[in-house]
Structure formats: C-alpha cells, structure tokens
C-alpha cells in the first residue's frame, strides 16, 4: 500500500469531496418544494414524493445539460399535481438555491493548491457540465485554475471505469502515475482500482471497507490528503540480510517522538550515524518509529545485523531502551538463522488469552446489532433530511455512537446512542418537533425485523413496548430523548434501547470520527485484538464494582477505550496496539505513589475533544482524561485510584502464578483491600 516516487497527476472528485453536495441539494429541494406546494396549496412531502416519483422513473432518459433535465421534471411534476408549472423558473430557483448552498469543504482550495505544487490536479467529476462548472466557479476552482472533467460531457462514466480510461487518454498520464482522491466507495476508489490508478478515500468518518489493490489510505477529509502523499520520515534504517547483496554505506538514525495520541513529530538536533556496515539492499529504507514493531511483530520480517558495528549497542548508547527487548541475544555477523532478530514480547498469563477470546459477541449478535445500528442511524438520516426539520435546525451529521458504533460492547442486552449535530442549539429546537421526531424514529426501529430477535435475545419472551422514559436537556448543549424496551403484560422487566441527543455536539461526534478512524488505521488482527482489550478492560473494571459502570462518576467508556489505546505509549508490551496487561502493569509499575505523580508522568489524553480536530494527524494534546477520574471529587479520585491499583497489583500476582481470571484477579484485589483495612 504505497507507492514508490511522485505521482504525475491526481483526479480530486467534485461533490462531496471539496463540498457538502448533499446539504446543498438537500436545502436547495426544501426551498423549491416549499415553493411549489405553497402555489399548489400541498403539502411540502406530498409535493417531495410525486418529485421523487419522476426521479425514480428517468433512469437512462438523455439530457444534454442539467437545466434541461431540471425544466423537463418540473414540467411532468405539474402534469401529475395537475396544476401550470414553468419549468423555466423552477429549474432557475432551483439552480440558485443549490449554489446559494454550497459550501467548500474546509481548507478545500489550499489544500488542492498545495498538491498542485507537487503534480498536475485535474478535478473528474460525475454531472452534467453546466451544473458541476457553477459549482466549480462557486466553489472558486475556476478561478484558481484548476482543470474540470465531467463525465457528461464525454459520454462516460465513473462507475465502469470509462472515465478513468478518457482522462488518462486525454492528460497523457499512466494509470500507475495517478491517483484518484473521492468519497464514493464503489466509483471513486474500487473503479479506479480496476484501471490500475491509485486512491485515497474521503471516508467523513465512515468506516473502512476491504480495500483493493493501490489503496494509499483514508483521510476523513480533504485537507488531510497531503499528509498521506508527503514523503515518509522519521527513523532511517537498512533492513539488513533481505538478500545476498551487501554495500558499505551509512545507517542514519533520525528520531521521532510521540505525543499522546500516537502521532509522531521529528525530535530536534537528534540525529546519529552508524559506518562501515555491510548491508543489504542498497538502499537505507525510511520508515517512522511504530514501523518498527510493524517489522518484527506484525509482519514478522526476518532483519540480521551484520558488519563491524553492533546495532544494539547503538540503540541502547542512543537510549531507545524500550526497544531492548527487540535486540535481545543478537549476534553479529553474517546473515544467518542464529542472528536473526526475534520480536520478543510479554507473554501473557494462561486464562488470559482465552478470556480475550471469549470477550468476542456471537456471530448472530454482531449482526443484530450491526442491523439495528444502520436501521436506526439510516432511518433517522431518512427522516430528518427530508423533512422541514434538518433545514430549520441546520442538521450537520447524523450518526450512532458509543459502543455499539465502536463493536465494544461486553454483554447483552446492548443500548444504541444516536446523535443528531444541529447548528442551532438544543434551547432554540422545537420540543414538540424533537418529540414527533424521536418517535418516528423509534417506531422505525421497532419495525424493523431485527427487534423480534433483539427481543428475544434480551429475555423479553413475552413481547416488549418502547416507552420514551426520557425527554429533557442534559447540560446546555444537549438535549436527551430516551426509550427503555419494558416486557409486555405489566412484567417489571427493562433495559435501556435508543438515546437520541440533539445539539451542538462537536465533542461527541469529534470523538467517534477520531476512533473510527484510528482503529481503521490498523491491520484487521490488530484491529480485532484491541477491540477485544477494551471489551476486557471494560469486564475487569466492571467486576470491580465501583470503577466502571453507568452510574459510576467519573471511569465512562471512552476513558477505558483511551486507557487501553494508550498503554501502548508508555510500556513496551511487544505488540502493535494497547493491551489491559499492559495497561495494568504500567500502573502496578509506575502507580505507587500520589495519583497526581503518576497522571503527570503518564496523561491519558481526549482525541478527538472538538470534531474539527478529530481527523488532524497532528493533533495538539489538551485534555487529560486523569482530570475526569472522579469528576472533581477529590474522594472520589482517592478510592478510585487505590482500587485501580488494587487491581493492577493482583494483576501481576495473578499472572505470576500462571493463572489468570477475571474473577480471581478481582476476588484478589478485595481480599488484599480487606488485609490492608485490617491492619
């Protein structure tokens, strides 16, 4: 997944990669329907559905330009209402209020005017050309310079790679010289694939799908492309003994630190050499500091150590001590099978990794809960954006959050959190609007199949209700609709289903796009292996009984979430992603003293705070997470952290016996808190 030198030339979508073409479009319908119910005395959705009646009957009806198309709808929706409608005016209004809507996306032009300072940026569209080029000029590319190619006006498409084909034909460009940078999945990244260009998804925080071959990466949006291009650096090394070709040369080491969310900076004025190593290939190849656990741990690559000088030394002379363990028992000399860098890791404890394993939701709960996410997160994006509701409120993002978006979930029943992120705050929203709102949405999850088994599996044999339980704003910025799943029949049993928060959330979503990205980031094992850290983090602390839980102060979901990512920062564990061992060995280590030592030397930073920030790759740490322990208690601090020492003390005593469970690790850490209160 790379590519070795510059590109040529990059094809940059048009809509929804350098704006919001839906919101424009989706204001711009609103305007124009409101318009014509209020000449035709209907109502806006009445109007909205015989439009979409005709949309839906077009497919494959010829237009020379997107007015045409605009005039030819408007003058068959008059026909079915059975009123005079000029399509002339409608199809101009409806023009103007598209591009009165259209935004760019942040940074959108400087960042395409930076890449175009690297290679040639042509922006391949799909779209009539009249409409794309209004959007362009709108969005100030003409002006800027840039190249348009719209699909339409050649006759092709994205879909089954003739436009690819054309514009590589016409820019005299080589399919392997190119990349194509787009948020559509199927025609901007996997049609592209099939042609033999490279990619870059624009994801908006979606998650990732299996990628094809070339794919260079993800950036949620558009201003963080040129961190994918740019060169690798950071630490210089020759991966040695790949083959039987040796050189005499330097090994440069340029080092790199890393803050608290896992990015990497270059560490000024330290920087060293290592000469007269004979080496293999000729070429040093620079990869950054994580890359190294990637060589011995994820990949698992073979690297010998050959020549005059002694590698290790070096490392421990430079002092990347947590590195020691990798360089353990190295010989030097010629490549051989004895020489041979071994990645050594922690071993963990008998019970540990079978208890992992067991944190993993059935296959058919997956699925159930992976139904019910979309149902309820498509629904409500169904609803609100065509509806009065999305435009009067200025709806920016509609998503599911929490564990259930995050596959961290550790038990059954599970609850669904959506959010609904609105420009307008939570104290302007109508109240009878959010009520009517919620309930649709709610309804529609009862509808779907999926809650027949969710009922089941939840115990709820006897049928349910989804009764809304909740309604009032929480904080000032949002407000709470929530339903609880109660037995049928006047049976007391009940659980928590759907919350629905509204409001200006920038820290809500900034953090789901900023986990969702990071894990996406990973390799698949890696992915599956952290995920199932935090579930168990999230059991240990649970069977804790006053550390983690939805009515504990302080100890919330994304802290464990955060506590494990984390771990992998501060103590070498051997592998590619945090771990509970790790985590607990840290603080058993490094936790015996204040707690306000401890969360000095090691913080656990909040990615992702305010969503304009969650996908820099470069992100400045503000939050400690530490500060929310107990949220300004100072009791409360002091329990919790004697506890979660506590836990980590029986931890290691419980690994040290070569067993290990949660139950017994918990049942531990009461019985020395009880020999501790005795004395």
Not at 23 to 29: M, P
Request: aromatic letters at 10%; charged letters at 20%.
């Amino acid at each position: 997944m790379g590519h070795s030198g510059a590109f040529t030339t990059l094809f940059v979508d048009l809509d929804n990669t350098l704006h919001d073409y839906e919101a424009a479009a989706q204001v711009a319908r609103a305007e124009v329907m409101s318009r014509i119910a209020e000449t035709c005395q209907l109502s806006p959705q009445t109007v909205a559905a015989v439009y979409d009646e005709i949309l839906n009957t077009e497919i494959g009806v010829p237009a020379l330009s997107g007015r045409d198309v605009r005039l030819r709808r408007f003058v068959a929706l008059g026909q079915k209402l059975g009123v005079q409608l000029s399509g002339e005016d409608l199809a101009g209004a409806l023009a103007k209020a598209l591009l009165g809507a259209v935004r760019p996306a942040r940074d959108a032009v400087q960042t395409l005017k930076a890449l175009a300072g690297r290679c040639r940026v042509v922006i391949l569209t799909e779209g009539y050309p009249d409409v794309q080029a209004d959007i362009a000029a709108k969005l100030g590319l003409t002006a800027a310079g840039f190249e348009l190619f719209v699909t339409y006006a050649h006759g092709v498409r994205k879909r089954d790679g003739t436009a690819y084909q054309a514009a590589l034909e016409k820019y005299g460009s080589n399919a392997g010289d190119v990349a194509m940078i787009g948020d559509n999945w199927d025609w901007d990244i996997i049609a592209a694939s099939q042609i033999g260009l490279h990619q870059i998804w624009i994801s908006h925080g979606k998650a990732l799908p299996p990628p094809p071959p070339l794919f260079l990466g993800v950036a949620a949006e558009i201003r963080f492309v040129p961190a994918l291009l740019a060169p690798k650096t950071g630490l210089q090394f020759n991966i040695l003994g790949l083959s039987h070709h040796t050189f005499e040369g330097q090994l440069a080491f340029d080092f790199v630190e890393r803050d608290g969310f896992g990015n990497f900076r270059q560490m000024p004025k330290c920087h060293a050499t290592l000469t007269g190593m004979t080496a293999a290939p000729a070429a040093p190849i620079a990869i950054s500091e994580p890359d190294i656990l990637a060589m011995f741990v994820r990949q698992q690559r073979e690297i010998y150590v050959t020549g005059d000088t002694d590698l290790i030394a070096a490392l421990v002379k430079l002092k990347i001590d947590k590195y020691w363990p990798l360089f353990r028992n190295v010989k030097v000399g010629e490549p051989t099978q004895q020489n041979r860098l071994v990645a050594l890791r922690d071993t963990f404890p008998a019970g540990y990794e079978q208890t992992l394993r067991a944190t993993d939701p059935k296959p058919e709960c997956l699925t159930l809960v992976a139904g019910l996410k979309s149902a309820i997160e498509d629904g409500a994006r169904d609803i609100i954006f065509n509806s009065a509701f999305g435009q009067i409120n200025r709806v920016r993002r509609v998503l599911t959050v929490g564990s259930t978006s995050r596959e961290t979930y550790c038990g059954f029943p599970v609850d669904f959190d959506l959010v609904v992120e609105t420009d307008v705050l939570q104290a302007r929203i109508d109240r009878n609007a959010l009520a009517m709102l919620s309930d649709r949405i709610c309804d529609l999850a009862r509808a779907h199949p999926y809650y027949a088994l969710y009922e089941q599996k939840s115990g709820f044999t006897g049928g349910s209700k989804l009764i809304r339980t909740g309604f009032g704003a929480r904080g000032k910025e949002s407000f709470v609709v929530r339903y609880e799943c109660v037995a049928s029949g006047g049976a007391a049993a009940a659980t928590n289903f759907l919350d629905i928060t509204f409001g200006r959330l920038p820290q809500l979503t900034g953090y789901e796009i900023w986990f969702q990205r990071f894990v996406n980031g990973l390799l698949p094992a890696e992915r599956l292996h952290l995920r199932r850290e935090i579930r168990l983090a999230k059991l240990a602390l649970s069977n804790m009984g006053d550390l983690y839980g939805s009515k504990e102060r302080g100890f919330r979901g994304h802290m464990a979430e955060q506590w494990i990512i984390q771990s992998y920062n501060y103590r070498f564990g051997g592998f590619a992603v945090g771990t509970l061992d790790n985590a607990l060995r840290l603080i058993a280590e490094e936790g015996g003293g204040e707690f306000s030592a401890y969360k000095k030397r090691f913080p656990l930073w909040h990615p992702g705070w305010w969503e304009p920030s969650a996908a820099l790759d470069a992100e400045i740490p503000a939050v400690d997470l530490w500060d929310f322990l107990g949220d300004g208690d100072p009791a409360t601090v002091t329990r919790k952290w004697t506890r979660l020492c506590a836990l980590a003390k029986a931890h290691v005593e419980a690994a040290a016996t070569g067993t290990w469970s949660i139950c017994d690790v918990t049942g531990r850490t009461k019985r020395n808190s009880a020999i501790r209160g005795s004395k």
